[in-house]
């Protein structure tokens, strides 16, 4: 089949613009169809950035960005990778939050994903073989817009996440955008202000739970691994009741990674190796609170309490150090609405005089004096001058991690932890902060957000061919990030900043990809990760059309 020019400048995986080639324009019959000028691909790129910067607000600037991938992929892209820094926060967290909540009323494109409804799952393969159209799919981000960051439930609207999401992807480490695929599971939305909006897109109805919930996740996965053998399947985003027990469901069975879980689990335990290389302590001294024990808390706690494991302690003698603190304060085995991931957390009693009264998280922190205090709760502010001085009074080098995304939701800002622990506190924050300038120190104050692990350990995970993504693969990815920082310099972050996203991906790329070979996993051949992982990743360039056949892999 020979591409009409109506399909060369319409499909953004083929489209390159005013960068067709003469030759291009006399095959595809383009000519007087674009303008006379002949553009490179930087050509593009420095007019679509001069276009950029002339929009005044984040939105704008993201709104503008869809439209270039809508239209061209490999200008996006080439675009993305030139500027990760600024883009970051505007393709991603926090500005995805804005076009999340307001997805139905700024929809124009549905940018290649797919929408699959709790109604009407016999379409389910179909669905997902005409938006595949003959590619090679390789990573499919997944979502039911349930607990979309911490903004709730957003039911359809959430795609917007899998969209974002896969967009670091290909952008950080490389990933083909042509063998990834965004997808919703739209099982309705408990969000009232949409139900009632008349330009909601999604399904107009109650959350469905239980029975029907888990058949139609069942066979979504089903078809999926079945129509896409190597797939390497990410879910994001998922509510607290649901997320764990999918991920549980089939990581024993397929190659599949919980973000929230596990990709948080990585980008904590990386800070927190990063801060102690800082302070010189050791793992085995400090004492874990988490403040907000739900998917991303409660799955924190369990990677880091595995850390303490590998480096020699028992499993009964780590948990003596991890305490959970919730909407009810501190955890007690003896409350009756734990979550299944909260229990092997929570305390006795008996441990404490007052256990009554730590109902809160400041009567925790009096109470127990951790060194490691991590926030996953989703209330703003909550950790307040009074929480961190006390924190401080009781350790030489608080962490503190207030993790809430968007940035309306941080439990602190990162400005504030400096100030309130003169300099001492060693803070990772979930977006992006400035440097703090502190009695003439500047402290750089790392991300902690799982954008900087999760595209590495997806492009080694696949690079590697492996069949299941382990424990040992989470574990190698997270302590490869360490010794990126010059951790002797006054006021050092304790992660790697995200200028250096792209490098450092495939730094958790090798790692990734080596640990899988030595646990065998991989289901091909691999005699040279760093060549497997070389010979996958892709680069945002203009290549020939093919001449007459529609190809597999589009964007050629
Ligand atoms: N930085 C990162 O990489 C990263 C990764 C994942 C999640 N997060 C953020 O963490 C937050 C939580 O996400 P999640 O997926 O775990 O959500 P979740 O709903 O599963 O968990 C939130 C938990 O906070 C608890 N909580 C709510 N109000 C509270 C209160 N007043 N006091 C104490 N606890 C309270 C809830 O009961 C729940 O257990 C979100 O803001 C999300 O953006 C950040
Ligand atoms: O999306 C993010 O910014 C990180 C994380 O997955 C979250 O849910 O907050
Ligand atoms: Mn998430």
Known sequence: MKYTPEQLLHDPFLNKGTAFTRSERDQYSLNGLLPPAIQTLEQQVKQAYAQYQSKETALEKRIFLMNIFNENHILFYKLFSQHV??????????????????YSALFTDPQNATYLSIDDQDHIEDALRQSADGRDIRLIVVTDGEGILGIGDWGTQGVDIAVGKLMVYSAAA???PSQVLPVVLDAGTNNKKILDDDLYLGVRHERIYGKKYNSFVDRFVAIAEKMFPNLYLHFEDFG??????????????YTVFNDDIQGTGIIVLAGILGALNISHEKISDQIYMCFGAGTAGAGIASRICEEFVQQGMTIQEAKKHFYLVDKQGLLFDDMDDLTPEQKPFARK???????EKLTNLEAAVKAIHPTILVG????PGSFTENVIKE???????PIIFPLSNPTKLAEAKAEDLICWTKGKALVATGIPAEPVVYDGVSYE???ANNALVYPGLGLGTIAATARLLTDGMISAAAHSLGGIVDSTQPGAAVLPPVS?????SQTVAIATAKEAVAEKLNRTKIADVEKAIADIKWTPEYHAILADVKVAKRGE
């Open 85 to 102: 820094y600024e883009f970051m926060p505007i393709v991603y967290d926090p500005t995805i939050a804005d076009t999340i909540e307001n």
């Open 500 to 504: 250096k996203l792209s490098s450092f």
């Open 376 to 379: 996953t709760s989703t209330v």
């Open 391 to 397: 924190m401080a009074a009781h350790t030489e080098r």
């Open 445 to 447: 104050i790392g991300q």
């Open 349 to 355: 009693r008996s441990e404490f005089a007052n256990a």
């Open 240 to 253: 607290r009741s649901n997320a764990a027990n999918i991920l549980n469901r089939y990581k024993e069975q």
């Open 174 to 176: 490389g990933i083909d």
